[in-house]
């Protein structure tokens, strides 16, 4: 009988949760992934504009 009540209807926020929850999730991976990828491109770009960097050509 407990469970029933802990699982009826909560007055509205218990579905908000159902829903924000999986959004959130996904948005903060996606905040995640994003950060990686411009912190990659940046160390990219400074090892193409170093001369000493380790994929330079040797001249």
Do not use: F
């Not at 905040?31 to 050509?57: F, M, N, Q």
């Amino acid at each position: 009988m407990i469970a029933n009540s802990i699982l009826a209807h909560q007055g509205g926020w218990d579905e908000i949760l159902i829903i924000i929850g999986p959004i959130a999730a996904i948005v903060g991976i996606v905040a995640l992934v994003r950060r990686r990828l411009h912190r990659e491109a940046e160390e990219a770009k400074t090892d193409v504009a170093s001369p000493t960097g380790g994929d330079a050509i040797p001249s």
